[in-house]
Each structure stands twice: as C-alpha cells, then as structure tokens.
Nanobody
Framework: QVQLVESGGGLVQAGGSLRLSCAASGRTFSSYTMGWFRQAPGKEREFVAA???????LYADSVKGRFTISRDNAKNTVYLQMNSLKSEDTAVHYC???????????????????WGQGTQVTVSS
C-alpha cells in the first residue's frame, strides 16, 4: 500500500510559478512510475506529466516547455515545477503512482494504482 500526499498548490497570477510536491509512503517508491494529473471543474481528469523509475519523462503537449517533473527517490518525493502559468492551468492537481510496464502508457489514468487527495492550483488572469 502506498499513500500519497500532495502539497504546494495555491493562488498565483498568470505568468507566475508554483512547485507541487508529492510525498509517498512505503519502501518501493523508486520502482513506481509517478504521474501528475489534473481536473478542472466540469472537465475530465487529464494527464499532465509522468516520470518512470528510470527517469524517462513524458508531458502533455499543453504543458511541454513550461512544466518539469522530477523525483527524489531518497526523499520518496516527486515534484512538478510549473512555470509560465496560464488561467487554463487552474485545476485540482493529483499525484499518482503505478507499476506501469513498458508498452503501457503512463498517460492513462487507469494504469495507476494509487492516488493522492489533490491540491488546488488557481491561476488568476
């Protein structure tokens, strides 16, 4: 069992930056693919970014070049650095962990086994 706790959300002006953190319990953190998803009001949950255990990263086209995902296995923590924020980034952001084999996509939420409670990111224009 893995528990995930997100932090770092808040209110920021357009063009600003935030760094989200997701702290994981358990001793097998380094073996999981870690992902960030978000859900805006009235919309479906969407993929933002993911990082495999080996360090390979993937990004949604909408955040590529603005967001950076990273992980610190010694701290059991994954980060999402968000720069040049836009109003359309406003959403609840969720951290997820999964044992996702090569050939399965980290972009698909159903491939993840564990989810955090979410942290609100609000970008004012």
């Amino acid at each position: 069992q893995v528990q995930l706790v997100e932090s770092g959300g808040g209110l920021v002006q357009a063009g600003g930056s935030l760094r989200l953190s997701c702290a994981a319990s358990g001793r097998t953190f380094s073996s999981y693919t870690m992902g960030w998803f978000r859900q805006a009001p009235g919309k479906e949950r969407e993929f933002v970014a993911a990082i495999r255990s080996g360090g390979t990263t993937l990004y949604a086209d909408s955040v590529k070049g603005r967001f950076t995902i990273s992980r610190d296995n010694a701290k059991n923590t994954v980060y999402l650095q968000m720069n040049s924020l836009k109003s359309e980034d406003t959403a609840v952001h969720y951290c997820a962990a999964g044992s996702i084999p090569i050939g399965s996509s980290p972009r698909r939420s159903y491939n993840y086994d564990y989810w955090g409670q979410g942290t609100q990111v609000t970008v004012s224009s």
